[in-house]
């Protein structure tokens, strides 16, 4: 079993910024991916930005490509989402999550990554 706690949610204005960590207590092999997924309120979970655990491969939703980076420190068994020019459609409840399978399954698609966080809740006021 693969243990995910997200971390460094909070409450931020408009064009601020925040750092999402996400430590993983289990084993994160190099054929993993590692994801960030996001819930507002009233609506589906949404896929946010994925990264693969070997290479620089990096994938991100269209409206967060060049405000969201995402990173990872393999040594700490962790992944990171900084957010930068937050806005309040930002705010939603984020997930980290770790995709197992390398051959089936798609880095977008939240069933198809087999564990998950408790999630960490990020407000962007205006």
């Known amino acids: 079993q693969v243990q995910l706690v997200e971390s460094g949610g909070g409450l931020v204005q408009a064009g601020g910024s925040l750092r999402l960590s996400c430590a993983a207590s289990g084993r994160i092999v190099n054929s993993y991916t590692m994801g960030w997924f996001r819930r507002a309120p009233g609506k589906e979970r949404e896929f946010v930005s994925a990264?693969?655990?070997?290479?620089?491969?990096?994938y991100y939703l269209d409206s967060a490509k060049g405000r969201f980076t995402i990173s990872r420190d393999n040594a700490k068994n962790t992944v990171f989402l900084q957010m930068n020019s937050l806005k309040p459609e930002d705010t939603a409840v984020y997930y980290c999550?770790?995709?197992?399978?390398?051959?089936?399954?798609?880095?977008?698609?939240?069933?198809?990554?087999?564990?998950w966080g408790q999630g960490t809740q990020v407000t962007v006021s205006s």
């Open positions: 990264i693969r655990w070997s290479g620089d491969t990096t």
């Open positions: 999550a770790a995709k197992t399978t390398y051959y089936s399954g798609y880095y977008f698609v939240g069933s198809d990554y087999a564990y």
